[in-house]
């Protein structure tokens, strides 16, 4: 192919050389075949009743976990606690919840700490999603915290319903905060995660289940509205707000510009269905609740 016949975007593009017998790039993330196959599967393939949805994410965590340049992070980290007050008297309180699902029971109807346990109960889940532990570095401590908040800060006071859809809520939503009140290097270090779900959500929609897209659109721009306008939520406790009711904590906290929408059609789209059949569960478990609270 002569100059003249190089497409415009490729002009200037220098032919790839190496020795290496492996794919080989200048990314350490593309060069690792976890990451290859778990984002192509998340991007390019559709959703089955034979795996979860969650499935790959266990893989990716710990690909991207060990790709990372910890040298780089902790760099990072000690920077802004150096600059950020905020930032650098929560890592050094580093406070863990010790709740449990039954801990959460005896808040009276209607406020947060009541809908948190009814939500658990309902779909027998525990409210640590990663296990507990006491973390060994600061990035650990991150990682356990931002699970601990994540149902009770960008589900319930998000306006995040907990369907597949509305789970553009929290990964934009935490993008955007993150970004916000901390600076950009180690906001892209605490983010990658959220970006890899928003990006492969879309892009997967767009290919298998373009009747989903525009409600990803409104959910991703709701998302990034609501961290660009809040306080730093992943930095408090929402121990001290379970006694609020959800327009409460809002205001507690500074959490603004939620708006919720039940997506729960699209989700069942979205989900081949799988949606629809664990709604099915979770409302028979919620009788079965409901039924013992009465006796």
């Not at 709740?99 to 009276?108: A, I, K, N, Q, V």
Request: with cysteine.
């Amino acid at each position: 192919m002569t100059d003249k016949e190089t497409p415009y975007l490729m002009k200037g593009a220098k032919p790839p050389t190496s020795e290496s017998s492996i794919l080989l790039s200048s990314s350490r993330y593309l060069n690792d075949p976890r990451l290859r196959e778990a984002i192509a599967l998340r991007m390019l393939g559709k959703n089955g009743n034979d795996l979860p949805s969650t499935y790959t994410l266990p893989a990716l965590f710990q690909a991207l976990a060990e790709n990372e340049d910890y040298e780089e992070l902790f760099t990072l980290i000690a920077t802004e606690r150096h600059t950020n007050k905020a930032f650098d008297a929560w890592m050094s309180e580093g406070f863990l919840s010790t709740m449990s699902r039954d801990d959460f029971r005896d808040f009276p109807e209607g406020t947060v700490g009541r809908i948190y346990y009814e939500y658990l109960y309902d779909r027998e889940f525990e409210p640590n999603i990663v296990t507990f532990k006491q973390p060994e570095n600061e990035m650990e401590y991150w990682v356990i915290r931002a699970s601990q908040v994540h149902d009770v800060f960008e589900h319930i006071l998000a306006g995040a319903p907990f369907d597949i859809i509305n789970e553009m809520i929290p990964t934009s939503m935490k993008i955007a905060n993150v970004h916000k009140h901390l600076s950009s290097g180690l906001a892209g270090k605490f983010t990658i995660i959220n970006s890899i779900l928003t990006t492969s959500q879309i892009n997967r929609a767009t290919l298998h289940y373009p009747r989903c897209v525009p409600a990803l659109l409104e959910r991703l721009e709701r998302g990034l509205m609501i961290g660009r306008t809040s306080e730093p939520y992943f930095m408090m406790k929402y121990e001290d707000i379970l006694h609020l009711s959800v327009e409460e904590a809002r205001k507690a906290i500074g959490m603004n510009n939620t708006l919720e929408v039940d997506y729960g059609e699209l989700s069942d789209v979205i989900s081949e269905g799988q949606y629809s059949r664990d709604a099915a569960a979770a409302a028979a478990r919620r009788q079965e609740r409901l039924a013992a609270e009465a006796a």
